[in-house]
RNA sequence: UGAGCAGGCCGGCCUGUCGCCCGGGGUUUUCCCCCGGGAGGAAAGUCCGGACACCACAGUGCAGCAUAGCGGGUAACGCCCGUCCGCCGUAAGGCGAGGACCAGUGCAACAGAAAGGAUGUACAGUUCGGCUGUAGUGAAAUCAGGUAAACUCUAUGCGGUGAAACGCCAUGUAGGCCGGCAUUUGAAGGUGGCACGCCUGAGCCGGUGGGUAGGCGGAUCGAGCCCGGGAGCAAUCCCCGGCCUAGAUAGAUGACAGGUAACCCGGCCCCGUCCGGGUACAGAAUCCGGCUUAUGGCCUGCUUUUUUU
């Protein structure tokens, strides 16, 4: 299984897009995770790309910024075996990270679990 | 040993699991595998100086800005080295916008009657004129002095923009139609803070209609690093030999777990080869030389001295 991976083409590069995503995508939250997501066509080979995102104004140095954005992607690329399984569509997801401190992984982990199985509720709900 | 001064060095290491970027190779559409490389001393602030790119290989004048003993180093500097002077410190050492107030203008606390078109009080002198002297305040009293991180003057230097530069490819700021103005006696445009000057030069302006998308180069070999020798008080320079050392672009260089060194914090009927917890400042973005600021620790030399033995 290659689902750990997270090859460049799975990253949200597009800056229109991003945009997009970010600003007319559906918001759902699990603190201290925002996640914007955007049903959206994938280049071939691809079922999501994801962006993360954390504000200037609450961490101002580069390498605290950096260092959750880092935390954001590693928990995203375990994570995301789960949702390729349990949901069809494509989209393009944006992480924002919410919090005022630096965050301790495992509970990053279990948050991003619990914004991405909302994804899976969406899908659901669409689908009736 | 205490207090202090100067300089240099390091910025953790090991193992495992899962990953990211670049280069090379295998396989060769893809997928996948192997090998090698992958943040800093400040990468930071963007404060100076350059390289590089475009505008005239950036020219003249004005304005503006910067620098300021003397000598040297350098691609260059507002940096560095040496030295004189001044100030601070017992000292090791440290600090200094350290040219000019015989060009002009301005400013000046306290004291004092008065600080620039001054002349009060007391006493004395007198050619009886606020004319002269003394006392008194002050650094200075019609004798002038201080001040330029006051304007200013002198000398020297500086053109502008800044990798979102710039070049190439792609492109609906295209192509078409209508009207007007021009084609060497020149439309229009470029350049700078301004005036000149210089350059491009056959298109330009208005209307109509039409709404897209970025990519590649620049870009990592350079005033480069290391060892040795030589010149010089030093900064630095020269020579021989060796080395190739990050190149992302919503921005790679990581996440987690377990050991371990050093240091810090806390604990103890037990003060140790103990136990527990923690890991400074901080992330390349065209590239160099500096300055400044942030920060954990180690080492060396020196000063002082009774603070301790």
Redesign the pocket.
């Known amino acids: ?9 799975e ?6 897009l ?2 997009a995503a ?1 600003l007319e995508g559906k918001t759902v939250k699990a603190y201290p995770l925002r996640l914007s997501f955007l049903p959206a066509e994938m280049p071939p ?1 691809v079922r999501c790309q994801a ?3 954390v504000p200037k104004r609450k961490f ?8 959750i ?3 954001m ?3 995203y ?2 994570e995301k075996g789960r949702l390729f399984n349990n949901t069809k569509g494509q989209y393009a997801l ?1 992480f924002l990270y919410l919090g005022k401190e630096l965050p ?3 509970i990053v982990e279990k948050r991003m679990r619990e914004v991405l199985g909302k994804i899976e509720s969406y899908e659901e709900a669409v689908e009736d």
Do not use: Q, Y
């Open positions: 299984m290659d689902s750990m991976r997270f090859p460049k083409s990253k949200l590069t597009h800056k229109a991003w945009e970010f080979g962006g993360f995102a101002r140095n580069a390498t605290d910024r950096n260092r954005k880092r935390i992607r590693e928990a690329r375990k944006v301790e992984s495992r």
